[in-house]
């Protein structure tokens, strides 16, 4: 498995309108082939929010990033954030089975 993370900072009305935009990115994502879940966390104190994006294969999340340069140019777009840094990652450790 393969992540993908956005790391956001913005003022506190931009970073307000990252997370209320969170809904319609979501399903965006989830559409996308390979798609194995994505998280959206925000810190309102420290103005930053940061998107985790998890890829079941790394050639989906590699497939996946002009997708993704978009969604997040729409992102800045609509809300004002700008995007502080980007980040690829193979997943080594899961959650735990239940």
Do not use: C
Not at 3 to 10: L, M, N, Q, Y
Not at 41 to 62: C, Y
């Amino acid at each position: 498995m393969f992540a993908r993370t956005s790391t956001w900072g913005g003022t506190p009305e931009a970073i307000e309108k990252w997370a209320a935009s969170v809904e319609t990115v979501r399903p965006f994502v989830a559409g996308l082939e390979g798609n194995a879940g994505a998280f959206f966390l925000v810190d309102t104190a420290g103005r930053r929010a940061l998107t985790l994006t998890l890829w079941k294969t790394e050639a989906a999340a590699l497939a996946s990033d002009a997708s993704a340069d978009e969604s997040r140019g729409r992102t800045m777009a609509a809300t004002g954030v700008e995007l502080l840094e980007r980040g690829q990652y193979e997943v080594l450790v899961g959650p735990a089975a239940s």
